[in-house]
């Protein structure tokens, strides 16, 4: 199972995010839980200076913009 986090104070971008990458695990077919990580502590522990953020089995994959669903999709690969 695919741990997904998206990391954002909860802005339209980071929403956005979030939506995305559920769009994407389900059309994968991919087993997942989806944790958005609204806390600003947490967010800075990851590293992570720009959101929103997607994070995958703990490794922050994308920063600062919103990918697109094919490329959430190689990265639950």
Do not use: H, N, W
């Not at 991919?30 to 089995?57: C, H, N, R, W």
């Amino acid at each position: 199972m695919k741990q997904i986090q998206v990391l954002g104070t909860g802005c339209p971008k980071c929403k956005k995010m979030a939506e995305m990458a559920e769009t994407a695990a389900k059309e994968a077919g991919i087993e997942y839980t989806l944790e958005k990580v609204t806390d600003i502590q947490e967010i800075m522990s990851f590293g992570v200076m720009m959101t929103p953020a997607l994070v995958i089995d703990g490794q922050v994959r994308v920063t600062g913009k919103v990918p697109t669903i094919s490329d959430i999709k190689e990265l639950l690969q």
